[in-house]
């Protein structure tokens, strides 16, 4: 049985944790090419981590999505199911995320180890 309106607020919240962790990632990019290290950057360094953990512990599957087929999603994929946005681009979120978050990292310590000598 399909109960949209919990379908619809599992979509809302899995939407607003997808594009948290995307504005996070982002924004690790930008200090790094800025060379801006400050508290935001911790708090959005400790954010991806967290979801990537997470993620990881979860069998590389997202809690909501479980959620949401309990629910009633119809879909059956174990990708990202439960977000706002179309079907073809849900299985490459994972690897544009967490490949821009490696590239990121990389511009961060990078530049770190340039500012330090």
């Known amino acids: 049985m399909v109960n949209h309106r919990i379908l619809v607020g599992i ?10 962790m995307s504005a996070a990632i982002l ?14 950057l911790g708090v ?13 512990a979860n069998g590389r599957r997202c809690p909501l999505t479980k959620w949401a087929r309990y629910y009633g999603d119809a879909s059956g994929n174990d990708w ?19 490949g821009l978050f490696v590239v990121s990292l ?10 330090i000598g």
């Open 11 to 20: 979509k809302t919240v899995h939407t607003i944790i997808f594009l948290g």
């Open 27 to 40: 924004y690790v990019l930008y200090c790094g090419l800025t060379r801006t290290y400050n508290r935001w």
């Open 44 to 56: 959005a360094l400790a954010m991806v981590i967290l979801e990537c953990v997470v993620f990881v």
């Open 80 to 98: 990202i199911a439960d977000i706002f946005l179309p079907a073809r681009f849900a299985p490459k979120i994972p690897l544009v995320c967490g």
């Open 106 to 115: 990389i511009v961060l310590v990078v530049n770190l180890l340039l500012s």
